[in-house]
């Protein structure tokens, strides 16, 4: 059951922006990592980026310089700003709440709470 209520996503053209938005309603993270993770056709979930507070982001690599994670001012809202989008960005992607070590951030064994997902697609 999903814990955290996900928005945003859809189709858009190779170039193009997406903006995802995750929510975690009747929670406080106080502490908490806020991650993203994504899941294509076929393949494993993997790290998309995370944040542990304002200032210590974490980006898997193919995504660095294009997407942006940020928190809301409440604290428990999170975003995905996805710009310059490729068509190998296509996935289900998740968002994510839990208290990693720094070593496993990007690890999805690590996060305790999870979205339900939301369809990216980005058309070539």
């Known amino acids: 059951q999903a814990q955290l209520v996900e928005s945003g996503g859809g189709l858009v053209q190779a170039g193009g922006s997406l903006s995802l938005s995750c929510a975690a309603p009747?929670?406080?993270?106080?502490?908490?990592?806020m991650g993203w993770f994504r899941q294509a056709r076929g393949k494993e979930r993997e790290f998309v980026a995370a944040?542990?507070?304002?200032?210590?982001?974490y980006y898997e690599d193919s995504v660095k310089g294009r997407f942006t994670i940020s928190r809301g001012n409440d604290r428990n809202t999170w975003y995905l700003q996805m710009d310059t989008l490729k068509p190998e960005d296509t996935a289900v992607y998740y968002c994510?709440?839990?208290?990693?070590?720094?070593?496993?951030?990007?690890?999805?064994?690590?996060?305790?709470?999870w979205g339900q997902g939301t369809q990216v697609t980005v058309s070539s």
């Open positions: 994510a709440s839990g208290r990693p070590i720094l070593s496993s951030i990007r690890d999805p064994n690590m996060y305790d709470y």
């Open positions: 009747g929670r406080t993270f106080s502490n908490y990592a």
């Open positions: 944040l542990r507070t304002s200032w210590h982001t």
